[in-house]
């Protein structure tokens, strides 16, 4: 773990990161000698053949190369070609990332089912009215019932999301009805997710699948099975059982640390640990534990998405995203950090040993060797929240390090759910989508984009995130957010009203007229759900085209590192969005499944991929393909005329 001392040529903090509070800890990291993802990302080139899918490694007669330069002059043992090669291992990707966010979903509803049995008692149904509009929009009728027998209806209903073996999901039901049939008609509507992972697997296996447009086709149909089935049980289950957000005051960044109190980090994906952790900081005898050890309190915070989470339902505070969870420990200020699944560094365990923090998985599916292990049980979930927070207590008493906390933080409003979208829009009694939609053909919104996904040590953290979104709202581009794009924009003081300066003056004056920041934080990963849904309403109140495809929107994954992000970006592109990547791309340029990607799945009627390395070239992208849904719409006009008027305006 100690850094090379003849090694000079480290990466300036500055050029590993736009977080100041994360280049702080950087520096002081490298004067203790500790090493972190940025400085392993520095000394360990990507391998090249890699970085372009050019490899298979599915049999051992393999593996086998090709070479990007040349792509077509070779071929696997098997007889594999590039295209067969590209579209296994992408498609391989978006299997586990839908595996991810399924297996996350089952987890919630499993939870869920349990809650309504009445064998879980720490959790309850919070959130009726979503119990309720949920059941609605499957069919389910929930007039002069009981929320008992609703609540049972609807976990039948939903566990088919995850097993059903043959017909449509239940949220296909969600889906605009041309996009639905447009998925029909190329056979792409998903059976449960279980079903499709497996399908998924097995035709990528060696001798299958050999048709790169038969094998995107099952990815495609995975993905969905993830974006409208894993994912969006998952933000619904966890809305009903922990409420639905609604805006709420929050602090990011690392200066949520307290030196006098004992600092819980919880890191992750899913909810309910979370929830149950706030109910043993909270406990008296805890709190007292504390102050006996010398402590002012508990003080708890959130890292990447489960954090997201709890900032967006509960306005706790949130340390950072991705990129920085090994940073944060640099502070010497974390007293334990509890971890479950998803996105969690096994480097965390190495640099934690450096601060004597303890650093304790808690999920059956993710241990780390080195970490302390306390099973979190949904039936018996103190046991474990409970623990954490006396290991924490029990840390802060041996402190040993010196503690160096940035002295930063940012204040910002977070919460914003579909629901909450359509109601501040709308209001109360009309609550609806018509002003967003009406305000995108007045041309005062150009488009709405969503911006999502991770931080990647690779590139400067947050900066692709900064950029893009600021050229996207400077040109009145709404910016939905989510993940730990969610948190970058945050830190970047990007979440207050007062931020609708930054924006163009169309944008401006929507943000201004409702009190709102130009760019909406929605929570999780597995929440860009909220976004399709979002979508969804858009193109079911009308004047913005029939189908999911006809929307003047654009996504963007500027600094994404996952699988999960992969399988994200199918699912939108499959719903019909143009999604454009940042970074790298795992594929080689000019070959046939190449064109598919970024141009062949858009002459089916879908979306397509976009990529670019510069933010800037991205925004332009995103913008001009908005500009053609508005041109197909017959809207440009419209904001021709405003843009006209408001740039005359500023030259008065
Ligand atoms: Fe090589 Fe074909 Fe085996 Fe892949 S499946 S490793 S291309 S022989
Ligand atoms: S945590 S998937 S780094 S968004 Fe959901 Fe952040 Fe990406 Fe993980």
Known sequence: MQVDEKKTDYLDAADCTSCKATAQMIIKARKDGVILNFDRAHSMKPCPIGADSACCKHCFMGPCRINARDPYAKVGVCGATIDTIMARNFARAVAAGSAAHTDHGMAMLELFREVVNGKILDYKIKDRLKLIEVAKSIGIETENKADKDIATELYKELERTY???????????????????????????????????????????????????????????????????????????????????????????????KEDKVNIIIHGHEPNLFESMLVSVNDPSMIQAAKEAGA???????????????????GVPHAGNFSSTEAILVTGAVDAMAVDIQCIKQGLAAVA?????????????????????????????????????????????????????????????????????????????????????????????????????????????????????????????????????????????????????FAGPGLREVCEAVGMPPVLGLGSCVDNSRILIAASQMVKEGGLGESLADLPVAGAAPEWMSEKAIAIGQYFVASGVFTVFGGTFPIIKNTKFHKLLFQGLEEQGLGKWGFAEDPMEMAKMMISHIDKKRKALGIDKTRERVLMDMSDRRQI
Not at 227 to 245: C, N, Q, Y
């Open 353 to 501: 040993k450096c601060y004597d923090t303890t650093l304790i998985t808690t999920n059956t599916r993710a241990h780390i060797e080195g970490a302390l292990h306390v099973q979190f049980n949904e039936h018996e979930p103190l046991e474990c929240t409970d623990e954490i927070v006396i290991k924490g207590i029990s840390r802060f008493k041996h402190r040993k390090h010196p503690i160096e906390i940035p002295n930063i933080v940012n204040q910002g409003v977070q919460g914003f759910s579909h629901e909450y979208i359509s109601y501040m829009l709308g209001g109360s009694f009309r609550g609806s989508y018509i002003p967003l939609n009406d305000n995108i053909i007045n041309g005062r919104i150009r488009g709405v984009a969503g911006v999502v996904g991770c931080t990647n040590p690779r590139s400067k953290q947050d900066a692709a995130h900064i950029a893009l979104v600021s050229e996207l709202i400077r040109n009145d581009v709404l910016v939905l957010l989510t993940g730990c794009s969610q948190i970058a924009l945050a830190k970047a003081g990007f979440s207050v009203p007062e931020a609708a300066i």
């Open 296 to 314: 002012a309190g508990i003080n708890l915070v959130g890292m990447c998405c489960s954090g997201a989470e709890m900032m967006a339902r509960h």
């Open 163 to 257: 097993v059903q073996l043959e017909g449509e999901i239940p949220f296909a039901k969600r889906v605009p009805q041309k996009t639905l049939e447009l998925w029909r008609k190329h056979d792409i509507v998903p059976r449960g997710a279980m079903r499709e992972v497996v399908e998924m697997m097995h035709r990528t296996t060696m001798g299958v699948d050999q048709d790169y447009e038969n094998i995107t086709k099952q990815a495609s149909r995975t993905a969905l099975s993830d974006g409208w089935g894993g994912s969006m049980v998952s933000t619904e289950i966890s809305d009903i059982l922990f409420g639905t957000p609604m805006p709420v005051n929050a602090v990011v960044n690392m200066g949520v640390l």
